[in-house]
């Protein structure tokens, strides 16, 4: 997982998160998001600690993320995976490898 700077106490994290308090996303809930994502939780355990849907956590988080509250994160994905705009070479089949039968149509037979 990646290395996150030094954690913020509670208090500087409630003062960061001030501004983003609302009657759907209360402090506590969203401490315990910050908490929760500063942890390396997974997306569903984010959802449980808040009670929400995993989308509305994430959601919250892009914001504060946007917003320079809390740092992002290596997605734990598929990390081997190629990167966007990696050319991958198709090879054809060598002649007779591989292939399925011809239909009916194909072989010029009628029914």
Do not use: F, Y
């Not at 509250?69 to 997605?75: C, D, F, K, L, T």
């Not at 190629?82 to 007779?96: E, M, N, S």
């Amino acid at each position: 997982m990646s290395a996150h700077p030094r954690p913020l106490t509670d208090a500087e994290l409630s003062a960061a998160l001030a501004p983003h308090v609302n009657a759907i996303w209360p402090l506590d809930q969203l401490l315990k998001l910050c908490r929760a994502w500063n942890d390396d939780a997974p997306t569903a355990e984010l959802a449980r600690r808040t009670g929400r849907s995993r989308h509305a956590a994430l959601g919250k988080v892009q914001r504060l993320k946007a917003h320079g509250v809390i740092a992002g994160r290596e997605s734990p994905i598929n990390q081997d995976a190629p990167k966007r705009g990696t050319v991958h070479v198709i090879r054809p089949l060598p002649p007779g490898a591989g292939t399925l039968p011809l239909l009916p149509s194909e072989r010029g037979a009628h029914p």
